[in-house]
T-cell receptor
Framework: DAGITQSPRHKVTETGTPVTLRCHQT?????MYWYRQDPGHGLRLIHY???????DKGEVSDGYSVSRSKTEDFLLTLESATSSQTSVYFC???????????????FGEGSRLTVL | SQQGEEDPQALSIQEGENATMNCSYK?????LQWYRQNSGRGLVHLIL?????REKHSGRLRVTLDTSKKSSSLLITASRAADTASYFC????????????FGKGITLSVRP
């Protein structure tokens, strides 16, 4: 199994509070991704990173920010959580180290966030 | 908008039977991938097929790709109860950064 750890795995918070989800990898892979999974929508890309301090928006980036100060950590922040952000969040890394990208993604176990 | 759409949405078969799942997409792709997700778990990569390939095999899995029809199929032969899961197709448009677009998934139930 790829070394990907997400934390926290479960979180309940209130509307308007900030939330940060952490993704940690031990594989030294260049690319990291944050997806959200919702019934009826499948997985949708929020943000991704192609290197330290290099990030870009995905399909559903509004209300989310990310940071990557080290290769191994990719943080997803909800500055002011809303009920529409209740979801399961998955971190993924590409099947590559260095510049060569083999194409497949390896996923973490997910972080279930409930915003009341 | 959803790039890949799977069909059917749900499939229930008996153990030992074959399961066929289909995926259609809208724009040209670099590669197409299939993933499995067991309940409450993360997605697991199954197989990747590139745009210049027509068929790939991996164990009991067979994937085909028809770029003229913009469609792919995943065949699981001799299914087992342990194959019960959700299956997703994902398309990679550029092949440069694995920014995959996923479909909504197919729920496969294999009855013992």
């Amino acid at each position: 199994d790829a070394g990907i750890t997400q934390s926290p795995r479960h979180k309940v918070t209130e509307t308007g509070t900030p939330v940060t989800l952490r993704c940690h990898q031990t594989e030294n892979h260049r690319y990291m991704y944050w997806y959200r999974q919702d019934p009826g929508h499948g997985l949708r890309l929020i943000h991704y990173s192609y290197g330290v301090k290099d990030t870009d928006k995905g399909e559903v980036s509004d209300g989310y920010s990310v940071s990557r100060s080290k290769t191994e950590d990719f943080l997803l922040t909800l500055e002011s959580a809303t009920s529409s952000q209740t979801s399961v969040y998955f971190c993924a890394i590409s099947g590559a180290s260095g510049r060569l990208n083999t194409g497949e993604l390896f996923f973490g176990e997910g972080s279930r966030l409930t915003v009341l | 908008s959803q790039q890949g759409e799977e069909d059917p949405q749900a499939l229930s078969i008996q153990e030992g039977e074959n399961a066929t799942m289909n995926c259609s997409y809208k724009t040209s792709i670099n590669n197409l991938q299939w993933y499995r997700q067991n309940s409450g778990r993360g997605l697991v990569h199954l197989i990747l097929i590139r745009s210049n390939e027509r068929e790939k095999h991996s164990g009991r899995l067979r994937v085909t790709l028809d770029t003229s029809k913009k469609s792919s199929s995943l065949l699981i032969t001799a299914s087992r109860a342990a194959d019960t899961a959700s299956y997703f197709c994902a398309t990679d448009l550029t092949g440069a950064n694995s920014k995959l677009t996923f479909g909504k998934g197919i729920t496969l139930s294999v009855r013992p």
